[in-house]
């Protein structure tokens, strides 16, 4: 186990924290003028013809930008270093199709990694390891049935999903499996963008409803007639946190795929 360990360290591609995740999945739909505005420097909105060739199932609407909601409820949740497992939590997060620009003008497609709300003051910490912006909201409501699960958060967020299928399948939407095969990027509390790659393995994909309303930033954000969702029980990794040069110049292929 012990060498394990270190192998991990040495290789940070590798998967480093895993847990198993229940989410609802959707689509959601940000303005482009009021995105740009909170965007670090460093990140932009992709072209319509990036996005229309990585996501064919959104559709393309005039000046909006189409984004990733997760509604996760996580257990399992433990790194491969220290083995501690975190008691089950709640997180939603805000996920962008993004283009990041590195210094000298070299480009990548990411995942950019907004923000995320929680009700685990630990997992918030955590987080912070990632660069991840993660909020502690205590006042998080829940409430779960066999088929559906509904959110709010008291003057930011009221969303609720209900199942509409009892058979699925195992692959998720193309949407949200690039969103995820994407590498990811964040920019710290610290003002440092950091680079993790993630991935998740679903067992259970099934179709859902979605009704949500976000308040962010002076915009408000609603499901529409364009919005999809899923609900999904999946197995995921995120590896170690590294910077660009680690992240897509690596001196050793051990995890790249």
Same mark, same amino acid.
């Given at each position: 186990?012990?060498?394990?360990?270190?192998?991990?360290?040495?290789?940070?591609? =590798?998967? !480093?924290?895993?847990?198993? $995740?229940?989410?609802? /999945?959707?689509?959601? *739909?940000?303005?482009?003028?009021?995105? &740009?505005?909170?965007?670090?420097?460093?990140?932009?909105?992709?072209?319509?013809?990036?996005?229309?060739?990585?996501?064919?199932?959104?559709?393309?609407?005039?000046?909006?930008?189409?984004?990733? =909601?997760? !509604?996760?409820?996580?257990? $399992?949740?433990?790194? /491969?270093?220290?083995? *501690?497992?975190?008691?089950?939590?709640? &997180?939603?997060?805000?996920?962008?199709?993004?283009?990041?620009?590195?210094?000298?003008?070299?480009?990548?497609?990411?995942?950019?990694?907004?923000?995320?709300?929680?009700?685990?003051?630990?997992?918030?910490?955590?987080?912070?390891?990632?660069?991840?912006?993660?909020?502690?909201?205590?006042?998080?409501?829940?409430?779960?049935?066999?088929?559906?699960?509904?959110?709010?958060?008291?003057?930011?967020?009221?969303?609720?999903?209900?199942?509409?299928?009892?058979?699925?399948?195992?692959?998720?939407?193309?949407?949200?499996?690039?969103?995820?095969?994407?590498?990811?990027?964040?920019?710290?509390?610290?003002?440092?963008?950091?680079?993790?790659?993630?991935?998740?393995?679903?067992?259970?994909?099934?179709?859902?409803?979605?009704?949500?309303?976000?308040?962010?930033?002076?915009?408000?954000?609603?499901?529409?007639?364009?919005?999809?969702?899923?609900?999904?029980?999946?197995?995921?990794?995120?590896?170690?946190?590294?910077?660009?040069?680690?992240?897509?110049?690596?001196?050793?292929?051990?995890?790249?795929?």
């Amino acid at each position: 186990m012990e060498h394990s360990k270190k192998y991990i360290a040495q290789h940070p591609h =590798l998967p !480093f924290l895993t847990g198993n $995740n229940r989410s609802y /999945l959707a689509v959601g *739909y940000y303005p482009k003028e009021a995105l &740009e505005k909170f965007l670090p420097q460093a990140i932009s909105i992709p072209s319509d013809t990036v996005m229309a060739e990585k996501y064919p199932t959104v559709m393309q609407v005039d000046g909006m930008h189409p984004f990733m =909601l997760q !509604f996760a409820n996580c257990h $399992n949740v433990h790194d /491969l270093m220290s083995e *501690y497992e975190l008691r089950p939590y709640e &997180e939603i997060q805000a996920c962008f199709p993004a283009t990041y620009t590195h210094e000298g003008g070299e480009q990548q497609h990411c995942l950019f990694v907004q923000l995320m709300y929680l009700e685990y003051l630990l997992g918030v910490l955590g987080g912070m390891y990632f660069g991840l912006r993660k909020q502690f909201r205590p006042s998080m409501q829940v409430v779960e049935t066999a088929t559906s699960r509904s959110w709010v958060i008291p003057g930011i967020l009221e969303a609720g999903f209900e199942q509409t299928t009892t058979e699925g399948g195992t692959e998720l939407d193309p949407f949200f499996a690039q969103m995820f095969i994407n590498p990811a990027v964040t920019l710290s509390y610290f003002n440092q963008y950091r680079f993790y790659k993630q991935r998740v393995y679903p067992k259970k994909v099934l179709d859902a409803s979605p009704a949500y309303e976000w308040h962010y930033k002076d915009s408000v954000i609603k499901n529409n007639e364009n919005t999809f969702a899923t609900y999904s029980e999946y197995h995921f990794s995120i590896s170690q946190v590294m910077k660009y040069g680690a992240y897509f110049h690596p001196a050793s292929a051990v995890g790249i795929d």
